[in-house]
């Protein structure tokens, strides 16, 4: 007979919505910022929309690869706190 504490049901975790969100914003912040200055002396004379042309891309790639990835190995407890 198993336990109650065994259960599959107790020892899922919950996936935070909240945390997370809080997580990337903390480091989206700096990285759009850090964007930014490094491209902006380069850029001084391009339209906005070349801008974030180029912005973008550097953006979501350095996201998907980088921040994201990072998040959940170095926060995984945190944004998957056990349901219970």
Do not use: K
């Not at 550097?58 to 990835?69: D, E, Q």
């Amino acid at each position: 007979m198993s336990s109650a504490s065994t259960s599959p049901a107790a020892t899922q975790s919950r996936f935070s919505r909240h945390r997370f969100a809080l997580l990337v914003l903390a480091g989206v912040y700096p990285l759009i910022t850090t964007i930014l200055y490094v491209l902006a002396p380069l850029t001084e004379e391009w339209e906005i929309w070349q801008r974030t042309l180029v912005i973008a891309p550097t953006m979501v790639s350095a996201m998907i690869w980088g921040l994201i990835p990072t998040v959940h190995r170095v926060f995984g407890r945190f944004i998957n706190p056990v349901a219970g």
